[in-house]
Structures are given as C-alpha cells and as structure tokens.
C-alpha cells in the first residue's frame, strides 16, 4: 500500500507552517510515503529545497502551492508541466506586485488567466454557506 500526501505547508507560509520543506519531505520518506507535495500559500519558495531531497531519498516530489483568493475558496494547484509551472510563477508574481511584503492579492480572474496546464483543487471554507450548496435538483433526500 502506497501514500502519497498532496497538501503540506512549511515554514514558508507566513506564520502558518513551523517545519523546512526539507524536513517534510524526509519525514514522508521515513513514513514510507511514495510522494509528496509542497502546497505553501502564495509561494514556490520551499519547492527547489523540497525536490533535492526528494530525489535524493527515492520519493516523487509534486511542486504545487495554495492560492488564497480575495474573491473565492482557496485552490491548491498542481501544475502538470514546466510551461503551466511558469505560468503559475507568474499569477504569483502579479499577486506580489499588487500587495505589500509578505502579502499577495489574487482574483478569481487572475487564476482564469493563468490557469492553463494546472490542476486545481478547492480548499473548503471552514463555515459552510450557501456559495457551496448543491443545486436542488442534485440534492440527496
């Protein structure tokens, strides 16, 4: 039996992961894990440290990262090649450039102009509302 563990955030999310990307993705090798992705909020940072572990250690490192919208749920997005990782680079660039230090403001638009080549995941809110109802007509008994 395999695991793979498709959201980590390390220290270079603001305040908000405590351990190095190279520690997680040691720690997954340890646990036996057969991959790993590095979903930092608003950043790429970590994902050059993560990877040279990752091959050094045998275990498949996913380079992705949490996109925090002002204007939508957040969106874990998994770019599927180098092209869609440069575009990906990007969005997060005009997101930094629009924002003060340690700050990246994101629209859902932005995402749609970026977004070829990537897999995206939402991320739930932690109070459901009724943005994410099903239709009637799809609603269980």
């Known amino acids: 039996m395999s695991y793979e563990e498709l959201q980590v955030t390390s220290n270079f999310s603001f305040r908000l992961g405590g351990s190095h990307p190279e520690e997680l ?3 997954a090798a340890d646990l036996g894990y057969t991959a790993i992705a590095l979903t930092d909020r608003n950043t790429f940072a970590g994902v050059v440290r993560a990877y040279v572990v990752a091959k050094d250690r045998g275990i498949k490192f996913i380079p992705a990262v949490r996109l925090d919208l ?8 998994y770019p599927t090649d180098q092209a ?17 230090k340690e700050k990246c403001f994101l629209h859902k638009q932005d995402v749609y102009e970026y977004a070829e ?25």
């Open 117 to 141: 080549g990537s897999i995206f995941v939402i991320i739930p809110p932690e109070k459901i509302t009724a943005d994410f109802e099903l239709p009637k007509k799809l609603k269980t008994r």
């Open 70 to 77: 002002l204007d939508g749920p957040s969106l874990l997005a």
């Open 84 to 100: 869609a990782y440069s575009r990906l680079s990007g969005l997060l660039t005009l997101g930094n450039l629009r924002a003060e």
């Open 25 to 27: 993705v040691d720690t």
